[in-house]
């Protein structure tokens, strides 16, 4: 059982990003490590750092691809969903959908501040400017599943690192604010 809010640390200054998950205890959830430089991505989500048990796998369905989707499986190989760059609609603001096992969409995720993303990225070309953007730039990300606002994230200032706190109405997420699995159904 979980206990909320989830606190996601982005380790940004390795070979390959890393992401350690955490509960309202302290308790490692989840780790991810993303190796970089892959043609095709196929990234993997374990229960903790020691990758013994892997909980589900995110599979680029293309190799470099601008609208990159990713498939979503257990760790049978089971479909879950899927998540997607809407394309174009990404370059101004990050933009994604969201898909069930069957293919239909059941909601999307967008970034709350388009000139969140537009000024990071110009901060990202300058010599320091990756560590020392994430002390002024902190996008905040809205998630809906079947018309329904379900959660906001916010990047927290830091320099080495970033951390999202999950956010409902300017407040830490707590169960309430949370959907369960049997809440997603139409």
């Not at 990050?94 to 967008?110: C, F, K, M, N």
């Not at 079947?146 to 080495?160: E, M």
Request: with cysteine.
């Amino acid at each position: 059982m979980l206990s909320y809010p989830l606190d996601l640390s982005f380790k940004i200054v390795t070979i390959g990003t890393r992401v350690k998950i955490k509960d309202a205890t302290g308790r490692q959830v989840a780790y991810v490590r993303k190796k970089k430089l892959k043609l095709k991505e196929d990234v993997r989500v374990y229960e903790d750092e020691d990758q013994s048990r892997m909980l589900f796998r995110m599979k680029a369905a293309r190799m470099l691809d601008f609208g990159a989707r990713y498939a979503i499986g257990g760790p049978d190989g089971h479909p879950i969903g899927a998540v997607g760059r809407r394309g174009m609609k990404s370059l101004w603001s990050s933009a994604y959908v969201l898909v069930d096992a069957y293919d239909t969409e059941a909601g999307s995720i967008r970034e709350e501040n388009p000139w969140t993303k537009v000024l990071d990225g110009m901060m990202e070309s300058l010599p320091l400017g990756d560590a020392l953007g994430g002390l002024f730039f902190n996008p905040a990300y809205l998630a809906e599943l079947y018309g329904r606002d379900v959660l906001r994230i916010q990047k927290q200032p830091s320099v080495l690192e970033s951390f999202f706190v999950p956010l409902a109405a300017g407040r830490h997420v707590g169960p309430a604010d949370l959907v369960k699995p049997c809440d997603l159904k139409r």
